[in-house]
Structure formats: structure tokens, C-alpha cells
């Protein structure tokens, strides 16, 4: 097969190696690499690591300019240089992964492709040229404008007829970027599902979750060292609420959990101790009645492991999500979750045995909230059933092994259509 001579010239694409989207896709890049499957991860860091001074310092000044015009060139999807150069300019990532490819007549596996990185222009072309695989980690190419759908107050302008219009023109850019794709690899079946329902060949999609590098998080036997590091209670359960992004997301649903806190008795509040940990903009919009500790952002995998190790359970109230990695690097660390029942977000758990499910709704939550902390033997159970299952479900060398083939299935579909 074509595609086995050139999966040894893989180019893994994503803005980042950051953020849960970004982590997932260099995570791949390091378990393929383990399996013999070399390939190159190139993201916006790698791009300008060989660039001189003053290419980099424009390239800054490039960035910046981008981040002014950030909402027309969502809506146009060129980037980065601003709206009034379009496709004028090749862009400077655009230049070097064409080059790339060019050189090595590679495979590219599309991650996370964000604003002021490649232009849908780009991609379509690409793919024509080369076996094109996106690893979906979002809907944002199944949305117009959006990454998630959800209903949100402080976006007004999603009910006007112009954002309408733009949304429906988004859309259909990047229906030509679906179409001319080699393939799809999805972490979950929702997504999987979404894709057929916009028209793709369930022959081009794969469902393989991300994985979890299990040797960095793992049950850690004295968990009260860590709840002594991080300054939490050891007589009182310990409930964690991890973000990425600013607490005020509503898609992250801090709102639902601080509502369905307030629904507890006072009795079962003083049974918990709440820790946030995420960055925030502005605390003083987190309600005076909820009672919480926040910690700082935490970068590093082995303080990751710790801090969910100092954790009795996690809640994930999120709107939206794929496979929120907070829950299975959680699980990963014997870390029971609750989670809402929304979009991807129930194929992260096993049911009642390493987790439980709940509407998104501050009533749902409460219901389940209170059901979990008042059967400290279902939570003794569910951690030792979270890290069963996480050696099961998200086991590197194993999943891997599937990402590789897939890679080279859907590969082989280019080529095949080639000739």
C-alpha cells in the first residue's frame, strides 16, 4: 500500500501543543513515535523556532495586528494577516507546511486548527494535493463560526439576521473542507454521528478516543500528602472543578454548579470542601454564598496528577463538550467524576461504576451531588473502578496501534481515488 511508505513522512498539525485540544494532539505525536510510527508535530512554536530575530519580531507584530481583526477573520477565515490581505499573502505557516509536504510527500493529520494559523483556503487545497485526516477534537467544523452551539446570554449577536447569514456562509466554507477530506478520526461517537449527519461516508470515520499517558497519572497510595500540598481538607470530601478557560465560560457551567451548590443543605455543604482550579478574570463574579478554595493554573502533568489525586470527585457540568480530558485524566488518577450527559461527554465515564451522569440543570447536579456524597462506599469503589477503567479506555500503545491503522485506511481511500 502507497500510504505504508509514506507514513513514515506524518506531519501532525495543531495550533498548540496546549489546552486540552492541543495536549491530545502532541500526545498522539509522542504514542505513535513509541510504536515506531516517526513523525513530525508541527505547531505555531515550532514555526518560528528557526526565524531570526526580526522575522520573529514581525511575526509578533503580525499576531497582533491579527488579534485586532480577530472577528473578521473568524468570519473570513484568513489568517493571520488581517482582513484586507486575504489570500494576497501566503501565509507563513501555510508556506512552511506546503513546503513540507512538498518535500516528503506526507500524510498531514489535522488537530486543532485555530484562528491566526492556516485559512480555510489552504486546507482545501491541501487536501487536494495530499491525504488530508482531521482528528476531530471540536464541532467547530460542523458550526458555523462557533467551535460549540450553545444558547448564551451575553451572545445577542447570534440572534441577529447578520450573524445568521455569516454563520450559514461559515458553514458552507467549511463544507468544502468536509468534502474534500481523506477522513475523520473522532475521540467519540457523538461526533462520529455528526459527521454522517452532515453527509460524510461513515467508510471515512474512525471513533478512537485521545489517550492518556497512564505513566503520568496514577493513583498516588498517600493521598493525603497531596491534599496536604495543595491545602485541602482530609476529614471533609473534596470536590474539583477544572478549566482551561475563564471561569466564565458558560460552556463550562461553573453557574450550574454554583446553583446547584446553594440547592445542598447546610449540613451536606459543610460535609464538602469546593476547589476551583482555572483562570478568571474576575473572581468578584463568582457568588459571595459560594463557599470555595482556588488554586492557580496548574501546567505541569505530575502537579496534574497530584491535584487530582488530593480530589474525592470531580464535577463536569459542561453545556457542550467532546472528551473533556479533565475527566479522563481524572479517572486516570483513581478520580471518580460526575459529569453532565451532553454531547461526547458520557463515553468519558463508566457509568455508575467509575462515574455518574446528570442533566445539565443546577437541579440534576444537586440530585446526583447529594446521592454521591452521602455513599462514601460507592466513592471508595468508583476510584479503584476509575483507574480499571482508564487502563482500559484510554491506554496508549494499544490506541495507537489503531491510530495507525486508521491513518493508513483512510490513506489509502486518497489514493485509491488518485488513480
Known amino acids: 500500500m502507497r500510504s505504508d511508505i509514506y507514513m513514515k513522512n ?3 498539525v495543531s495550533k498548540s501543543r496546549n489546552g486540552g485540544a492541543g495536549r491530545a494532539a502532541f500526545r498522539w505525536s509522542q504514542a505513535l513515535n513509541d510504536i515506531g510510527i516517526a513523525n513530525v508535530f508541527y505547531d505555531e512554536s515550532t514555526g518560528v523556532t528557526e526565524i531570526g530575530n526580526i522575522q520573529s519580531r514581525v511575526y509578533k507584530i503580525v499576531k497582533f495586528i491579527n488579534r485586532i481583526c480577530l472577528v473578521v477573520t473568524r468570519l ?8 484586507f490581505t486575504f489570500d494576497l499573502i501566503p501565509t507563513f505557516h501555510e508556506r512552511k507546511l ?3 509536504s512538498r518535500r516528503n510527500e506526507s ?13 480555510r483556503k489552504w486546507m482545501s487545497r491541501i487536501q487536494s494535493t495530499y491525504p488530508t485526516i482531521w482528528t476531530m477534537h471540536d464541532t467547530w467544523l460542523l458550526n458555523g463560526v462557533v467551535h460549540y452551539e450553545i444558547d448564551s446570554e451575553k451572545l445577542k449577536l447570534r440572534q441577529t439576521w447578520l450573524y445568521r447569514y455569516w454563520a450559514r456562509w461559515d458553514s458552507r466554507s467549511k463544507m468544502k473542507i468536509i468534502s474534500g477530506a481523506s477522513g475523520f478520526i473522532s475521540p467519540t461517537n457523538w461526533i462520529a454521528k455528526l459527521l454522517v449527519n452532515q453527509g460524510v461516508d461513515p467508510s471515512k470515520i474512525r471513533v478512537i478516543p485521545n489517550i492518556i499517558p497512564l505513566e503520568l497519572f496514577y493513583p498516588i497510595p498517600n493521598r493525603r500528602d497531596c491534599k496536604e500540598f495543595f491545602g485541602l481538607s482530609n476529614s471533609r470530601i473534596v ?6 478557560s475563564d471561569l466564565s465560560d458558560r460552556r463550562k457551567g461553573l453557574d450550574i454548579f454554583i446553583d446547584a451548590y446553594r440547592m445542598l443543605t447546610k449540613k451536606e455543604k459543610d460535609s464538602i470542601q469546593i476547589v476551583i482550579l482555572g483562570p478568571s478574570k474576575d473572581w468578584s463574579q463568582i457568588s459571595e454564598d459560594f463557599d470555595y ?3 492557580v493554573q496548574i501546567s505541569n502533568d505530575l502537579t496534574m496528577n497530584e491535584f487530582y489525586n488530593s480530589l474525592d470527585l470531580l464535577v463536569v457540568p459542561s453545556r457542550a463538550d467532546n472528551l473533556p480530558q479533565t475527566a479522563t485524566e481524572a479517572q486516570s488518577s483513581g478520580c471518580p467524576v460526575i459529569i453532565s450527559n451532553v454531547g461526547g461527554c458520557p463515553e468519558t465515564i463508566s457509568e455508575n461504576q467509575s462515574g455518574r451522569l446528570f442533566e445539565p440543570t443546577p437541579l440534576s447536579l444537586t440530585s446526583i451531588l447529594r446521592k454521591t456524597i452521602h455513599d462514601p462506599e460507592w466513592l471508595l469503589a468508583a476510584r479503584k473502578k476509575s483507574f480499571e477503567y482508564s487502563r482500559l479506555a484510554w491506554n496508549p500503545e494499544a490506541l495507537a496501534k489503531q491510530y495507525k491503522v486508521a491513518i493508513r485506511e483512510l490513506s489509502d481511500n486518497f489514493y485509491s481515488n488518485c488513480n
Not at 107 to 119: A, D, K, R
Not at 239 to 244: L, M
Open 293 to 295: 478554595k482556588t488554586l
Open 98 to 100: 506546503s513546503s513540507l
Open 76 to 83: 473570513s477565515g484568513h489568517t493571520p494577516f488581517g482582513p
Open 239 to 244: 470536590v474539583g472543578f477544572v478549566s482551561g
Open 107 to 119: 500524510i498531514l493529520n489535522l488537530h486543532w486548527i485555530n484562528n491566526g494559523f492556516l485559512s
Open 10 to 12: 506524518l506531519i501532525i
